[in-house]
């Protein structure tokens, strides 16, 4: 532990090897190096993105910026950095042990993690072990599959000035930190901005995925549902609903009344189904299916002035008009593909800017039938 907390350092922009997820705030887009740092990227100019620098932090997944400030995960630390000089990012303050369920051993003084690996392992439907993600077979062997490929929750937060992804676990709202881990949801009074106070910590269930705060509530994708929290008191949220129309892996977007919800096979939360789902949340306390459209292996979705953006996975990315709820599979308005996503950000400026296994792009959306690639910066093996 003492060598991960003192190996925090800015280094010479680096090429994307492993992107993750993503956070634009003013002319500066943040990317995560998937367990080894962020990328700041300047992206004044959308068909010409200029890499400045590159925190390396170790065991980084997540991150949100608030003003010149930028917290991120650094394995089961929360660091602040300083980022008003993007060339030179300086190291403010850690929050230490707030996100325990990272490591076994974390408060031993080690930190155990897996890599991620893809294996072909055929097992009996007649295991008493079948269909729970994670089993023990064969004299002990520990098989595992990572079910949180979409851990990756983040949103656009319009009083922050920053957007994120809908895949992001970081988020602020209401002049505070909020971070879902697997499963709870955890409060930090910024109070003092640059040294993050975990103030609460609410016990969600299993399978916590992304959080989405939509003016004075939170949404929080989880394996069960989509759980919705009052946050008018900001360090205590209080529970409304749970919409459980499937077991979904996935994330939220609420843009006015309604809440689009994608659903996903591939996952280990035992859904079949690939479906972009229409919630009405005027009753918050008893959300609404309204439809539920099929669609081909949806990831994550942003929503700019009716246009909903959202990504196919190996199936490119995908433009709709949702000006009318009920007509949404009727009015595709473009389909990108030949290219893997895995999540977007729409910007009012009309710029889509989104993530994938081959890198990040960016498409000028202002006439969202004819989308237009801006740039690309590729991942390199």
Not at 81 to 109: C, H, K, W
Request: charged share 15%; glycine share 8%.
């Amino acid at each position: 532990m003492d060598e991960v907390r003192h190996d925090i350092q800015t280094e010479a922009p680096r090429a994307l090897k492993h992107p993750g997820k993503i956070y634009v705030f003013g002319r500066y887009l943040y990317v995560n190096e998937y367990h080894e740092g962020i990328h700041i990227i300047d992206n004044q100019n959308p068909e010409n993105p200029q890499p400045v620098s590159f925190i390396k932090i170790p065991g980084n997944v997540d991150m949100v910026v608030n003003g010149n400030l930028l917290y991120a995960d650094n394995y089961v630390d929360l660091v602040t950095m300083n980022i008003e000089n993007p060339q030179a990012p300086q190291f403010v303050s850690r929050t230490q042990d707030v996100f325990p369920s990272y490591g076994m051993y974390a408060d031993l003084g080690h930190l155990m993690y897996f890599e991620p690996s893809q294996v072909t392992t055929q097992v009996s439907c007649e295991s008493p072990n079948w269909g729970r993600g994670w089993w023990v077979e064969d004299s002990g062997v520990l098989y595992a599959v990572n079910s949180f490929d979409g851990a990756a929750p983040q949103n656009a937060s319009a009083a922050t000035g920053g957007y994120g992804g809908s895949m992001a676990r970081f988020t602020l709202a209401s002049d505070h930190l909020y971070v879902v881990d697997d499963y709870s949801l955890k409060v930090f009074s910024l109070d003092n901005v640059t040294q993050p106070a975990l103030a609460t910590t609410i016990n969600l269930g299993w399978g916590i995925e992304t959080i989405f705060p939509y003016e004075n509530k939170l949404f929080i994708g989880a394996n069960d549902g989509m759980h919705i929290y009052d946050n008018s008191n900001p360090l205590q949220p209080q529970f409304l609903s749970i919409f459980q129309h499937a077991r979904a892996c996935d994330p939220v977007f609420v843009d006015g009344n309604l809440a689009y919800v994608t659903l996903r096979n591939g996952t280990t939360c035992q859904n079949f189904n690939n479906q972009l789902d229409v919630v009405d949340v005027t009753n918050l306390t008893n959300p609404i299916l309204l439809k539920t459209y099929p669609m081909n292996h949806p990831h994550g979705l942003s929503v700019v002035d009716k246009t909903l953006l959202l990504c196919e996975g190996s199936d490119g990315l995908k433009a709709f008009d949702v000006s009318e709820w009920d007509k949404i599979g009727e009015r595709q308005l473009s389909h990108i593909n030949g290219f893997n996503t895995f999540d977007v950000i729409g910007l009012p400026s009309k710029v889509a800017i989104v993530t994938g296994k081959d890198g990040i792009y960016q498409f000028d959306f202002s006439n969202p039938a004819q989308m237009k690639q801006l740039s690309v910066m590729p991942v390199v093996q």
